[in-house]
C-alpha cells in the first residue's frame, strides 16, 4: 500500500461502509466534492475500481472489499500505536485488560487475585464490554491485553494462550416442551421458529438480517429468553448467570468454546508478560 495515506484510507472506509459519499462526508465532517475527489485520485493511484458508482446506488468491487478489510487492520494499527505510546509515557505504570462481561468471571477474578500478589505487579484497569468489543479494544491500543473467545472472537495477528475449553449450552425459557431433553443438535435449536436466535452487533455496529431479536448484552438476552422470545446457544459457565425461569439443554454438536488470553505480538511491556505468565499457571 505504497504511497497510500492514511487520511484516504480513513475517507474510503467511511465511503464503503455508508455506501453513500453524503452521509460519508458528513461523517467526516467535510464537504462531498473533495471526498469524491480523494476516492477518485485514491483509485488512479492504485490503478483499480473501488467503487460502481449508479445514479442511485454505490457497491464495492472486489478489490473494493480488499481494501476495506486491509485499511480497517492498518488503521487499527495506526491507532494502537498512538494509544500505547502515550500510555506508555504516562507516570503511572499499569496495564489494561479488556473482557467481555458476565464470561470467565472466575477465571478473571482469580487471574487478578493471582497477579496481585506477584512481586513487581502493577495496577490493572478492567475494562467489562460487551461482546466482540474486547478484540476491538485489544486491536486499536485501547487494551494492552484481552480475554477472548474462540470461536466467537478472531484471535489473528495476535499471540496467544488457551486457558480453557468448555461445550455450549442452549438456554431455554423454564417450561418448554424441549427443556427436558437430554441434549439438542444444533439443527433442532435452529429449528425453533417460536424462539429464535439473537442478532449480535457486527464490527460496524449494525445488526445481521434474520428473524431474532436484536441484543447488546447477556441481560437483555436473558430475560427476552425468559419472557419465550428467544433463545441462545451459550458457553456452560454462563449458567450461573441463570435465574429460576430459564432451562439449558447441552448442544454436543456446538463448537466448543475456548476462551484465551491474547496480546500484540510485538509488545515488550513486562506487565503484559507477568500478568500472561500468571493467567497460563492457573
Given at each position: 500500500?505504497?504511497?497510500?495515506?492514511?487520511?484516504?484510507?480513513?475517507?474510503?472506509?467511511?465511503?464503503?461502509?455508508?455506501?453513500?459519499?453524503?452521509?460519508?462526508?458528513?461523517?467526516?465532517?467535510?464537504?462531498?466534492?473533495p471526498l469524491s475527489r480523494a476516492i477518485q485520485q485514491l483509485e488512479?493511484?492504485?490503478?483499480?475500481?473501488?467503487?460502481?458508482?449508479?445514479?442511485?446506488?454505490?457497491?464495492?468491487?472486489?478489490?473494493?472489499?480488499?481494501?476495506?478489510?486491509?485499511?480497517?487492520?492498518?488503521?487499527?494499527?495506526?491507532?494502537?500505536?498512538?494509544?500505547?505510546?502515550?500510555?506508555?509515557?504516562?507516570?503511572?505504570?499499569?496495564?489494561?485488560?479488556?473482557?467481555?462481561?458476565?464470561?470467565?468471571r472466575e477465571l478473571l477474578s482469580k487471574l487478578l487475585d493471582a497477579?496481585?500478589?506477584?512481586?513487581?505487579?502493577?495496577?490493572?484497569?478492567?475494562?467489562?464490554?460487551?461482546?466482540?468489543?474486547?478484540?476491538?479494544?485489544?486491536?486499536?491500543?485501547?487494551?494492552?491485553?484481552?480475554?477472548?473467545?474462540?470461536?466467537?472472537?478472531?484471535?489473528?495477528?495476535?499471540?496467544?494462550?488457551?486457558?480453557?475449553?468448555?461445550?455450549?449450552?442452549?438456554?431455554?425459557?423454564?417450561?418448554?416442551?424441549?427443556?427436558?431433553?437430554?441434549?439438542?443438535?444444533?439443527?433442532?435449536?435452529?429449528?425453533?421458529?417460536?424462539?429464535?436466535?439473537?442478532?449480535?452487533?457486527?464490527?460496524?455496529?449494525?445488526?445481521?438480517?434474520?428473524?431474532?431479536?436484536?441484543?447488546?448484552?447477556?441481560?437483555?438476552?436473558?430475560?427476552?429468553?425468559?419472557?419465550?422470545?428467544?433463545?441462545?446457544?451459550?458457553?456452560?459457565?454462563?449458567?450461573?448467570?441463570?435465574?429460576?425461569?430459564?432451562?439449558?439443554?447441552?448442544?454436543?454438536?456446538?463448537?466448543?468454546?475456548?476462551?484465551?488470553?491474547?496480546?500484540?505480538?510485538?509488545?515488550?511491556?513486562?506487565?503484559?508478560?507477568?500478568?500472561?505468565?500468571?493467567?497460563?499457571?492457573?
Amino acid at each position: 500500500m505504497s504511497g497510500v495515506e492514511t487520511r484516504e484510507l480513513r475517507y474510503f472506509v467511511a465511503v464503503a461502509e455508508e455506501l453513500h459519499f453524503g452521509r460519508a462526508a458528513q461523517r467526516l465532517a467535510m464537504a462531498q466534492p473533495p471526498l469524491s475527489r480523494a476516492i477518485q485520485q485514491l483509485e488512479r493511484r492504485l490503478g483499480v475500481v473501488l467503487l460502481h458508482r449508479t445514479a442511485r446506488a454505490i457497491a464495492l468491487t472486489e478489490a473494493g472489499s480488499v481494501l476495506l478489510r486491509e485499511a480497517r487492520t492498518a488503521l487499527d494499527a495506526v491507532e494502537a500505536a498512538e494509544r500505547r505510546t502515550r500510555r506508555a509515557a504516562g507516570d503511572q505504570p499499569g496495564v489494561v485488560l479488556a473482557a467481555k462481561a458476565g464470561a470467565s468471571r472466575e477465571l478473571l477474578s482469580k487471574l487478578l487475585d493471582a497477579y496481585a500478589a506477584e512481586p513487581g505487579s502493577v495496577a490493572v484497569e478492567v475494562m467489562l464490554c460487551g461482546p466482540g468489543e474486547p478484540e476491538s479494544l485489544l486491536r486499536t491500543g485501547r487494551a494492552d491485553v484481552a480475554l477472548l473467545h474462540r470461536p466467537y472472537d478472531t484471535t489473528a495477528g495476535f499471540d496467544t494462550e488457551d486457558l480453557h475449553t468448555e461445550q455450549q449450552v442452549v438456554v431455554l425459557p423454564k417450561g418448554h416442551p424441549l427443556a427436558n431433553r437430554a441434549h439438542l443438535s444444533l439443527v433442532e435449536v435452529n429449528a425453533q421458529t417460536d424462539l429464535p436466535l439473537p442478532r449480535w452487533p457486527g464490527r460496524d455496529g449494525g445488526h445481521p438480517d434474520g428473524p431474532g431479536p436484536q441484543i447488546r448484552d447477556h441481560t437483555q438476552l436473558f430475560q427476552l429468553i425468559a419472557l419465550g422470545l428467544a433463545c441462545a446457544v451459550v458457553p456452560e459457565s454462563l449458567r450461573d448467570q441463570l435465574r429460576d425461569d430459564h432451562a439449558i439443554v447441552p448442544v454436543p454438536d456446538a463448537p466448543a468454546v475456548t476462551t484465551v488470553i491474547a496480546w500484540p505480538p510485538h509488545s515488550r511491556s513486562k506487565a503484559v508478560a507477568d500478568l500472561v505468565r500468571t493467567a497460563t499457571r492457573l
